[in-house]
């Protein structure tokens, strides 16, 4: 069984950086695929970064350019760098991994990003 764990979520001056971490357990093979997502209240998640079947990553246009997603396998581990944060950005962040047609999602990590 896998299961997710987010952390480095916090409170934050727009402008300035985060980094989101996502530790894994289980079992995780070499291709599985990571994805970040982030929700607002009342709102629907949405994804800001997905690894694709070849490995690339995607990005949503509202955060291309400010966040990079990154992973160390070996240490089942996955990274959201947020840099020149914004209000808007303001959510709850999910990773996400799909493995064998499985779908897991950790528990969420609150950014608030003020003025």
């Known amino acids: 069984q896998v299961q997710l764990v987010e952390s480095g979520g916090g409170l934050v001056q727009a402008g300035e950086s985060l980094r989101l971490s996502c530790a894994a357990s289980g079992t995780i093979f070499s291709n599985s695929r990571v994805a970040w997502y982030r929700q607002t209240p009342g709102q629907q998640r949405v994804w800001v970064a997905i690894?694709?079947?070849?490995?690339?990553?995607n990005y949503a246009d509202s955060v291309k350019g400010r966040f990079t997603a990154s992973r160390d396998i070996s240490k089942n581990m996955a990274f959201l760098q947020m840099n020149n944060l914004k209000p808007e950005d303001t959510a709850v962040y999910y990773c996400r991994l799909i493995q064998d047609d499985s779908v897991y999602w950790g528990q969420g990590t609150q950014v608030t990003v003020s003025t």
């Open positions: 690894q694709t079947g070849g490995g690339a990553i």
